[in-house]
């Protein structure tokens, strides 16, 4: 199996897009856990529900990468040129709408829920009172703790899953070098690399918010997102130059 250029510069981009992606407070990262992170007293508790969390970001990952790794092996020869300057100026097209109006695609919290970070930040404060009210109700009764322990986990699975599955901006690179690679491994290496940088971040991120909770809300500030999808940009815009140049010299 040979490696080349467009190999490697998809590793490391995939290597930071995956930092980028664990850090940016979206709906596909540390966002989600943050609810049943704060407040929460028992270390264990905490890994076990990022754990869940990110084991079912990586497996869609994987399979993403071996479907789409599969799908390259099967296009033509002769549309493979196309197919490559065709994904390449999608990506350029991409990486400026993330550079010029990074909020347009990815700022889904005012756009799509008509309010900010903060109100967010306030949303998992209240969580934090409820879970702990709710946590002390469900032990007044006697309920099994291991078994909501488990159902939690298998919902926070499902739920970085499908957050996988759904189009995030900082994957499509990714999905750009799938379809040029002809071949599953490649492919699904690079989604795999993507998979683990993404869990090193929220994971790091999680860790750092259930040590200190005041790093929640300098997170959550809508900088920070903006920030970070003009900097994928930015990436995005190198790799589809680079891959363009390749293909047409």
Known sequence: MEFDSLFWIAFQSSLILGLVHGVNPCGHSWLVLAPFVVGEKKGSKVTWLTISFLSGTALACLILGLTIGSVSTLIPESMEFWVDVGTSVLLVALGLILLIKPNLIHHHHDEEHGHDHS??????????????????????????????????????????????????????????????????????FIFGVYAVSTAIAVGAV?????????????????WVETALMRGAGVLTIIFAGYSLTTSLT
């Open 119 to 188: 109100h967010d930040v306030e949303h998992i404060h209240e969580h934090e009172h409820h879970h702990q009210h709710e946590h002390d109700h469900v032990h007044l009764h006697a309920h099994p703790k291991n078994e909501r322990r488990k159902l939690t986990g298998l919902a926070l699975f499902g739920i970085g899953f499908i957050n996988m599955i759904i189009p995030c901006p900082t994957v499509a690179i990714m999905y750009k070098y799938a379809l040029d690679s002809a071949s599953a491994w490649k492919a699904s």
């Open 206 to 222: 999680i860790y750092a918010i259930y040590h200190i909770r005041r790093l929640l809300e300098k997170l959550s500030q809508d």
